[in-house]
């Protein structure tokens, strides 16, 4: 070789070697900065390079160590099992893989990626193990898993574990023959003391109740759930049908007597259960918690607090409402309902004084359906205000249309719900309607009941006095089954009273039905109304009414509701006779 190669050698070797350790310093600042930690081990002779933020992972500074087993001299005594799995558990696998270990004083958790790299017989030959920081990501993956199982209020389980709980217990009380009771407890009243003392002692309630039932479940085969606001669920999973959800809610019943000290306010609490069991009352968990809350609804309204038990009889009950308000949500207004009319009569005259309006329904299927049943369901949503309106018009323009055809004074008595009367526009609208469809607004009378009256006594009032300037009239429907006193009753701008039917049923039954009905129809004309008497079926009756001074009288008797076309027909008798006389 000549000099000149020679020298030619040893300058490309530098350059070799500049450009090897300048890339060896870019490797080395990219390794250092990036957090995380790299480990090289040589399978042949156990021969290893650290490289990266070991510190960040490990505690020590370990730069110079190139041996492995000295390596594990040199860490902390409890990093040693997990390091020790993650190099050598892999070796039978793939080339890469990641896995999960958490240093012992539980603060950090470490991936580590493990690069097997194999020679031509597939057999391992080094390995490179990159160690990566995953604590912050974990803890996020915690909460979730937190959130997505347990209530953040009261730290009991949520609707979702209780439901996957109860899954599991379903599954094996079907193979065990055993039972699974659900009790869905809702806390009565609970918006008073939101409302009274404030949501924050609101909240300490439901914390304080959510730990009363946790120390309920003594064992595992009793859970409880916090499912909302004022709702919690307790199940038993009952292998012998021994373990009864009445000795908890006796349990309960029995703390409830004494008052919670929230913030210092005392506050008594009275409950609602309703209980339902697997296999009898239903086949998923989640309806078996419908089933329970179902029952819980039915203690709610009729007894106000206490436990039962789901039976046949209120799931029954609870279907057909659903049907109905099913269908009722899609019934199509002038297809399906009808309105008809009873006559009213002047018990003088035997004219008529006027009509009471009252709905008709034929379902989809052609099924008829009482008001009686179908007003109550849709008095609890908005429904009735669509309901409301349509009959309102559709009574206004018949009498208009009657008022044309016959040229006769009638009254329009319409049944008007709570909820339709509470709405801000009702006044307006109805008076744009009798303009509309140009009837005298006297020959309108509203029918409300008693509920009306409940909510702003002084606001109904107003609303009431306002349509009374206008010339529209307003009557007590029912009277005599809600609270009926007299006193209020001298401030409402009403002009009459509708006697119950219960009290003409009563009347000729005994003495004191007698007396009530006679006492009633007296102060009521002293008072300046008019009476009408509901549901007059008997002659003896309509006699009496007559004789004690009962106005006008409504009733089978005389007249079932009908159709409009024989409404038309007792009119033009009506004006006949009128000729005749
Ligand atoms: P209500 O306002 O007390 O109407 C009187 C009910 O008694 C009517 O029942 C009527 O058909 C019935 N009735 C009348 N005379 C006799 C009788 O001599 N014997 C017997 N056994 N019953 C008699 P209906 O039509 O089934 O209505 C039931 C309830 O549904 C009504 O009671 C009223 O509260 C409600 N309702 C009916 N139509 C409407 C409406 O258009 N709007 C609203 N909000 N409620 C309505
Ligand atoms: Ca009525
Ligand atoms: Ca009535």
Redesign the pocket.
């Known amino acids: 070789m000549s000099v000149n190669e020679f020298q030619y050698q040893i300058d490309l070797l530098k350059a070799l070697n500049q450009k090897l350790s300048g890339e060896c310093n870019m490797y080395r600042t990219l390794v250092g900065t990036s957090s995380n930690a790299f480990l090289y081990i040589s399978n042949a002779d156990d021969k290893c390079l650290v490289m990266g933020n070991w510190e960040l992972f490990f505690d020590l500074e370990i730069r110079n160590c190139n041996d492995i087993k000295k390596l594990f001299t040199q860490i902390r005594e409890e990093d040693v099992e997990p390091l020790r799995d993650a190099i050598y558990i892999e070796e039978t696998g793939g080339s890469t893989a990641a896995r999960e270990f958490c240093k012992k004083d539980g603060k950090q958790w470490i991936e580590c990626e493990v690069n097997v790299i194999r020679d031509d017989a597939g057999q391992p030959r080094e390995k490179l193990l990159r160690f990566r920081d995953i604590t912050k990501f974990k803890r996020q993956n915690d909460d979730l898993a937190y959130l997505a199982y347990y209530d953040a209020l009261t730290g009991l389980y949520n609707r979702n574990r209780f439901v996957q709980e109860l899954m599991r217990w379903m599954e094996k009380a079907a193979q065990e023959k055993a039972a699974v009771s659900v009790a869905f407890i809702n806390i009565n009243d609970f918006r008073k003391v939101n409302d009274g003392i404030g949501v924050l002692i609101g909240d300490e309630l439901l914390q304080q109740f959510a730990q009363f039932l946790k120390s309920l479940c003594t064992d595992e085969t009793i859970i409880c759930a916090h499912l909302n606001a004022d709702a919690y669920c307790l199940a038993i999973y009952d292998p012998y049908g021994d373990r009864t959800m009445e000795t908890l809610y006796e349990q309960i019943h029995k703390r409830l007597e004494k008052p919670f000290d929230l913030s210092g306010n005392q506050v008594t609490i009275t409950v609602s259960v309703g209980v339902a069991e697997y296999p009898e009352a239903a086949e998923t968990p989640l309806e078996l918690i419908e089933r329970a809350e179902i029952v819980m609804f039915r203690v709610k309204h009729e007894n106000k607090s206490g436990i039962r038990y789901f039976d046949a009889p209120i799931i029954q009950d609870f279907v057909q409402t659903a049907q109905i308000e099913r269908k009722l949500k899609n019934a199509v207004f002038e297809k399906e309902f009808l ?2 009319y ?1 006559p009213q009569y002047d018990t003088a005259s035997n004219n008529l004084r006027g009509v ?5 329904w034929r379902d989809e299927d052609g099924r008829m359906i ?3 049943e179908f ?2 369901i ?2 609890k949503s908005s429904l ?1 205000i669509h ?2 309106e349509w ?1 309102m018009e559709k ?1 206004i323009s018949t009498l208009a249309h009657w008022k044309e055809k016959f040229g006769v004074s009638l009254m329009m008595s ?4 709570a909820l ?1 009367f509470a709405q801000e526009g009702f006044a307006h609208h109805l008076i744009a309607l009798i303009k509309e469809y140009d009837v005298s607004p006297k020959e309108i009378e509203l ?1 409300i ?1 008693e509920t009306v009256l409940v909510d702003d006594f002084e606001h109904i009032i107003r609303k009431l006095e306002l349509l009374r300037q206008y010339g529209i009239q307003a009557a007590i ?2 009277f005599g089954t809600g609270y009926s006193a007299f006193s209020y009753l001298r401030k409402l701008p009403v002009q009459t009273i ?1 006697i ?2 219960s009290f ?1 049923d009563a009347m000729l039954r005994d003495k004191a039905g007698n007396i009530i009905v006679e006492s009633i129809v007296d102060m009521v004309n002293r008072l300046g109304y008019e009476t009408i008497a ?4 008997k002659q003896e009756q309509l006699d009496y009414l007559k004789k004690i001074g009962c106005e006008y009288i ?4 005389l007249g ?2 009908m159709p409009g076309e024989k409404i038309e027909e007792l009119l033009e008798d009506q004006l006949e006779r009128q000729v005749w006389e």
């Not at 009471?356 to 008709?360: Q, V, Y």
């Not at 319409?414 to 719900?417: A, G, L, R």
């Open positions: 309105l008809y009873q009471e309006a009252l709905i008709r009482s008001p009686g007003i109550p849709a008095e009735i309901i409301g009959v009574a319409i049944n008007i719900s339709q029918e009941t429907d029912d509708k119950d039917k003409i509901e549901g007059v079926e409504q009733g089978y008797l079932k509701p």
